[in-house]
């Protein structure tokens, strides 16, 4: 194995790997299965106790899923942690959507999403909800769903998300502040209807 170190290195590996280098990708592995666990604590820390999926099977399929994704032009370590975010995002959307199918409609109870949404150890929340209301948000704005998914889901930082949209820090921090609302919003209608 090649001796790689730091974010720049990652980034050479991911591009390497989008060329079709296997051996980028066996190099590339260990440098983000600790990204990718951490990612996936994050998530199943907001998720509800006695969750039937734990994180190593989220770090599982989400690798699988970006082995799918090898042709992504690759721009760097945020772009791929982005990336994974996301689909970390769709395989607990998928597996909640298949919970609630096997329970006839599931047990999904509703609290609204709040301003803490990154500083919150753990917050419940309806997680097919909230991927509703990201899929408006999207539809309607991209980019600031985007931020959502890769600050509150992925744990990326300002500056890290900035990198991965190649935006300023200031526009994710104005727009993470907008989206953050809209959401609110969003939520707090869904709960009353």
Partial sequence: ??????????????????DGDDAALAALVPLVESELRRLAAAYMGRERPGHTLQPTAL???????????????????????GVAARLMRRVLVDHARTRGRQK??????????????????????????????????????????????????????VDETASALSVSADTVKRDWRLAKMWLLRQLDGDRGE
């Fill in 104 to 157: 006839r409609g599931g047990d999904h109870e509703v609290i609204p999403l709040n301003d803490a949404m990154i500083a919150a150890p753990r917050l419940d929340f309806n997680l097919l909800a909230l991927d509703r209301a990201l899929e408006a948000l999207a539809a309607v704005d991209e980019r600031k769903a985007r931020i959502i998914e890769m600050r509150f889901f992925g744990g990326l930082t």
């Fill in 59 to 81: 770090v599982n399929e989400t690798f699988i899923r970006l082995l799918d994704a090898q042709r992504v032009p690759w721009q760097d370590r945020g772009h791929f942690l």
């Fill in 1 to 18: 194995m090649r001796p790689v170190t730091g974010s720049a290195s990652i980034t050479q590996l991911l591009r390497e790997w989008s």
